[in-house]
């Protein structure tokens, strides 16, 4: 039988032409295509499912195409994912894709590598946005998921918020959520172990004028500090301004029942009490983790004494009232929404 055909005993196991990294050529992108078996995305983060995958078996054989080749080969309505994560970094969005990758049938698409090259590329301007070739790309994640009655939700890179508007315009009815977390909290957690805009400030501050247009004052002020604060600022407000019908805030402080609770509504997942207690028990050990031995440890108060006192004037001043904003809009759109 051929393994990429799904059948009643194959179904899935190897996903045809998944993608797994984009660049640009001539204004064009170029798409590398992989077969990937699924135990790829059971990996908190698919980019190292991958790598362990190659690591055991040998380098992927690939090929690559053209996105706007491809898509003309393929039907002019992509499926729909069932869900868009969305996040602030170091606030629990790990922890919840991975309770809802739990569920058979459910398959969570963690932070792949060739949708954040391909939102890059058109933040340089490489290539031009194109919502009908992003649907396309992000399409190809999910072959066969209708036929098999799977839901595919997809988490996307903390950053990635800096193209909200965009992954929005090309997927209106996707409903989504961001993940979020006391400001000082988040900046605590990245001076420690630096999210990507973070990175590229230390080493290589001139890509983020290239991909996220970032104005010169605010990556040469020799003050990280500030400047991740900046960041966290531009991620609360985009989200705060698209904030709608399809988008729900869940706060780590909610987490696990009340934000998985929260998260079911808005997706429009009906769980029975056997499927939400193992959902649940996936957040007693460490998210970033495929070890259950490795049990999760609250570290909220742990973080706000390690914070030093100019952190604390920066979330005083600015953050914790933007975060506190975007609370009050999503409660006011959740009394709309699901009236008690």
Not at 6 to 34: D, E, Y
Not at 115 to 143: D, H, N, W
Not at 276 to 283: D, E, F, H, N, P
Request: aromatic share 10%; with cysteine; net charge positive.
């Amino acid at each position: 039988m051929d393994q990429h055909l799904p059948s009643a005993s194959n179904a899935l196991l190897i996903i045809p032409k998944v993608p797994i990294a984009v660049k640009a050529i001539a204004g064009r992108a170029q798409v590398q295509v992989a077969d990937l078996p699924c135990e790829v995305f059971k990996n908190p983060f698919l980019t190292k499912g991958i790598e362990q995958y190659s690591v055991s078996n040998g380098p992927l054989k690939s090929q690559c195409l053209f996105l706007e080749e491809w898509e003309s080969r393929t039907s002019p309505a992509p499926i729909l994912p069932s869900g868009f994560i969305f996040h602030m970094s170091r606030c629990g969005s790990t922890l919840l894709s991975q309770m809802l990758a739990e569920l058979e049938g459910h398959r969570v698409v963690a932070e792949p590598q060739a949708v954040s090259q391909y939102l890059l590329l058109t933040g340089s301007g490489e290539i031009e946005f194109c919502p009908k070739e992003f649907r396309q790309l992000v399409a190809q994640f999910m072959p066969a998921a209708k036929q098999n009655q799977q839901k595919v939700f997809f988490k996307f890179s903390s950053w990635n918020i800096w193209f909200l508007a965009e992954i929005l315009k090309a997927f209106p009815k996707v409903p989504w959520v961001f993940v979020g977390r006391d400001p000082l909290e988040v900046l605590v957690s990245n001076f420690k172990k630096a999210s990507l805009p973070l990175r590229w400030y230390r080493k290589q501050a001139h890509l983020l004028n290239r991909y996220f247009q970032l104005p010169n004052k605010q990556i040469n002020t020799g003050d990280e500090q500030y400047f991740f604060s900046w960041v966290i600022t531009q991620y609360l407000e985009k989200v705060g301004h698209h904030l709608s019908s399809k988008g729900q805030l869940i706060r780590y402080d909610q987490l696990p029942a009340e934000g998985l609770d929260l998260l079911c509504t808005h997706f429009g997942l009906s769980l029975n009490k056997r499927e939400r207690q193992q959902m649940l028990r996936r957040s007693q050990y460490y998210s970033k983790s495929t070890d259950p031995s490795k049990a999760f440890v609250a570290d909220g108060a742990a973080k706000r004494a390690q914070a030093n006192p100019a952190l604390r004037q920066i979330c005083r001043t600015t953050l914790d009232p933007l975060w506190q904003q975007l609370i009050s809009l999503s409660n006011k759109k959740n009394k709309h929404v699901y009236p008690i």
